[in-house]
């Protein structure tokens, strides 16, 4: 005789059943309420743990810049600028790059205070040291965040050449959340003398009719189709084809990711105004103006 199941029987196929059977299945994963399954789980409880250490490293001011230099494709013993990369310490002082965790915090106010804490140290840098331009990241969501703002003017109104050295990079994907609204802040900041480099170019959806009306000074072409280019046939074709982009609006342009020499002398072949990445230098918190003159001498 067949054994009898709890879900045999009239109701078996009822919706009643089927969320008895949804309940029992949780319980077995040890899925709280409100979660349809196990990945979904752990997707969330991942993000709500980041955005918990990056609050507390936030509430601690455990955040720092990271600092990479940007060279010349034709000059490349020379930096012409150096990007400051924010990072947090966890609670075992460990330093968490800014790709761990981004995309956890991006929407929240907690995202916002990072970019807050992100301008107000590469301005300390810029102020302490005239002879460097810096570009720091932030997202189209800190336009018009109040301490975001106070931040900027404070910085400004406090060294007058500061604006001039400033470069902000705003990502692809977040330009294209409110369009119009970058293009009136960016048109404002840059009469101040500060540049805007769009970073990621090539992994979002820009709308080239928005593209016309930006007037990025700079253009970062997305790593992706860095890596390894100099033997990928379908990156040299789509790299093309955004450095013409970049050249048609008269837009300073950067390679991300530059791993390489080969990749690094084909894309000095093909014009690329600047390269960066790990072939030049990784992001590092103890930059050389802040080591010992004896230190840096000797290097």
């Not at 709280?32 to 991942?46: F, I």
């Not at 072949?269 to 960066?276: E, N, R």
């Amino acid at each position: 005789m067949k054994k009898p199941t709890i879900f045999s029987g009239a109701g078996a196929n009822t919706p009643q059943a089927d969320a008895r059977r949804a309940n029992i299945k949780r319980i077995r994963a040890n899925i709280p309420q409100g979660h349809h399954n196990p990945l979904d789980y752990a997707v969330t409880s991942r993000d709500r743990s980041t955005l918990q250490m990056v609050q507390e490293a936030v509430e601690h001011n455990q955040v720092m810049l990271a600092y990479q230099p940007v060279v010349q494709s034709l000059q490349q013993d020379r930096p012409a600028f150096y990007e400051g990369l924010i990072r947090v310490l966890d609670e075992t002082g460990r330093v968490i790059p800014a790709a761990d965790f981004i995309d956890s915090i991006e929407t929240t106010e907690t995202g916002r205070l990072i970019d807050c804490l992100a301008l107000e140290k590469g301005l300390r840098t810029l102020h302490e040291q005239p002879q460097i331009r810096l570009s720091i990241n932030m997202s189209a969501r800190s336009i018009g965040y109040q301490k975001w703002t106070r931040t900027l003017k404070r910085g400004l109104d406090r060294d007058p050449t500061i604006g001039e050295r400033l470069i902000l990079e705003i990502t692809e994907s977040s330009a294209m959340l409110v369009p119009e609204l970058v293009v009136g802040f960016m048109s404002n900041l840059q009469n101040r003398g500060i540049s805007f480099a769009l970073d990621d170019f090539g992994a979002g959806f820009t709308s080239f009719r928005y593209l016309k009306d930006f007037y990025f000074d700079i253009l970062k072409v997305d790593g992706q189709f860095i890596r390894g280019i100099s033997e990928d046939a379908d990156n040299q074709v789509i790299t093309r084809a955004l450095l013409s982009i970049a050249q048609q609006f008269d837009m300073f342009t950067v390679a991300e990711c530059v791993e390489r020499a080969p990749d690094a002398a084909y894309l000095t072949s093909l014009g690329v105004d600047c390269l960066q990445g790990y072939f030049f230098g990784a992001p590092t918190t103890n930059p050389s103006w802040l080591q010992p003159m004896a230190m840096r001498s000797s290097a």
